[in-house]
């Protein structure tokens, strides 16, 4: 009896974390005329969300303002600076690349891919916590390179070079989502905008301007 308990127990410990593993984070994907891309992770046991642009990296908001990324605006079009959580910077003790990239948010680490890693990876986001990014490098083709290639356990697709032209290097799928464009069959005008979302593994936020 006391076996089975035990054998109990441990399955509902493995089921209590793997729910907690698949609900730890919510990717955001902004949607423009287009383009598709994750603009940033949302960490729902610390409700802190980082933001992220197209190219993998995080954005530096203090030091520029927020720009057209961002998914919380105000009315200048900027996140309010006020409600940023309390964030480290790599510094001169660092390596050269690292100086100046955010080291931590609210606790949270980050790491990026660094000098020892492939060119069209450096300066990359490696890791957020416990989730790791990885990127298509120099053994995938030219319209893939550098681009996401996973977020933790979720998985992302792109148009390549056996595709129609307009839709080339244009993200196809993340996780269960996927993303239609328009296409030379459709017409003139609308070829190569973004047609529409299905699927529930990110929250997808649109917005008109092309990026």
Known sequence: MLFKRTILTLLLSALSFSSFAQDDFKLNLRVTNRNAYVSSIHFNSR????YLDPRGHVLQAYEGGFNDYYDTL????????DSLPETKYYDRFDSAELQGKIKSMAGLSI??????????????????????????DRFDYDELRGKI?????INLSYHNRFDYDELKGKLKQIGNTKIAYYDRFDGGFEKGRVKNVSGGTVNVIWRNRDL
């Open 47 to 50: 409700n802190l969300t980082v």
């Open 111 to 136: 790491t990026y891919y660094d000098r020892f890693d492939f060119k069209e990876l450096q300066g990359k986001i490696k890791s957020i916590g416990n989730v790791n990014f990885t990127y298509y």
């Open 74 to 81: 105000n009315d200048e079009g900027k996140v309010n600076v």
């Open 149 to 153: 290639k996973s977020i933790g356990a």
